[in-house]
């Protein structure tokens, strides 16, 4: 079975720190290293890019709206995919999701690249 499943979500407070991972699992994880990547959806908003990361090399990109503050990297003895949140505000709340892109060479911004999902998990900042 070809599954990604987040795991970390939670309550903090403005300020504070958070990590999330992600376990990817199946054939097509097993026996490739496409990019991976942090989408996040707020309340009443579309879902927007976080950041992403090249498995193999470990080179990332980051959102205007995150960088400095988050820090992805991957564990490839593990399979996982990791999301260090840090100096959160009230504005990160938001159901975080991770995704594969189905381009070996594009770890782009756009979603329309990731064709595996994760069911999501939730972040909450409170002020």
């Known amino acids: 079975q070809e599954q990604l499943v987040e795991s970390g979500g939670g309550l903090v407070q403005a300020g504070g720190s958070l990590r999330l991972s992600c376990a990817a699992s199946?054939?097509?994880?097993?026996?490739?290293?496409?990019?991976m990547g942090w989408f996040r959806q707020a309340p009443g908003k579309e879902r927007e890019f976080v950041a992403s990361?090249?498995?193999?090399?470990?080179?990332?990109l980051y959102s205007d709206s995150v960088k400095g503050r988050f820090t992805i990297s991957r564990d490839n003895a593990k399979n996982t995919v990791y999301l260090q949140m840090s100096s959160m505000k009230p504005e990160d709340t938001a159901i975080y999701y991770c995704?594969?892109?189905?381009?070996?060479?594009?770890?782009?911004?756009?979603?329309?690249?990731?064709?595996?999902w994760g069911q999501g998990t939730l972040v909450t900042v409170s002020s």
């Open positions: 995704a594969r892109s189905r381009l070996a060479w594009n770890a782009g911004q756009s979603e329309d690249i990731y064709n595996y």
């Open positions: 199946g054939r097509t994880f097993k026996n490739s290293n496409f990019p």
């Open positions: 990361i090249r498995w193999t090399t470990g080179s990332t």
